[in-house]
C-alpha cells in the first residue's frame, strides 16, 4: 500500500494519505544533531520544507529555532514518525525530549506532550 505524504499549508503541516498528521509548533529535541551550541536543542519547528520515507522511518525536513540560544536553521530528516502495516504512527515529541535535564519526573515531561 503506498504511502502518500506531502507538505501543506505552506509547510505548517505533514500530510498522509490526504490527512493532516504532523503539525509545527511542536518542541523537539534534537540531542544527537549539531543544530546549535546548546547541549541538548530544543527546537521549535517553524515549518516543513519537504518529508520522505526512508527504511519505513517518516523523515522530514523542516526549519525550527531553538528555544534557549534562538539559533535558527534548516534540519535535515528529522523522524517524525513510521509506517507500521500501512499506517503512519507518529513519533511523540515528548518521547524524543526523554533527555531534557531539568525533566526530571514524569510531571514536568508530560507538560511537552502535544495538544490533540
Ligand atoms: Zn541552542
Known amino acids: 500500500m503506498a504511502i502518500a505524504l506531502r ?3 505552506d509547510g505548517a503541516w505533514i500530510s498522509v494519505n490526504d490527512s493532516r498528521e504532523v503539525g509545527v509548533s511542536d518542541i523537539w529535541a534534537l540531542p544527537t544533531r549539531e543544530f546549535c551550541s546548546c ?3 530544543h527546537v521549535l519547528l517553524e515549518a516543513y520544507s519537504a518529508v ?3 527504511d519505513h522511518r ?3 525536513d523542516a526549519v ?3 528555544i534557549e540560544c534562538g539559533t535558527r536553521d534548516s534540519i535535515d530528516s528529522l523522524p517524525v514518525g513510521r ?3 500501512g499506517e503512519f504512527k507518529p513519533y511523540e515529541p515528548a518521547g524524543v525530549q526523554s533527555t531534557i535535564p531539568d525533566a ?3 510531571a514536568a515531561r508530560s507538560s511537552f506532550e502535544p495538544v490533540e
Open 7 to 9: 507538505t501543506l499549508d
Open 39 to 41: 547541549e541538548t536543542p
Open 52 to 54: 520522505h520515507v526512508s
Open 58 to 60: 517518516v523523515l522530514a
Open 64 to 66: 525550527g529555532m531553538c
Open 83 to 85: 509506517i507500521v502495516d
Open 104 to 106: 526530571v519526573d514524569g
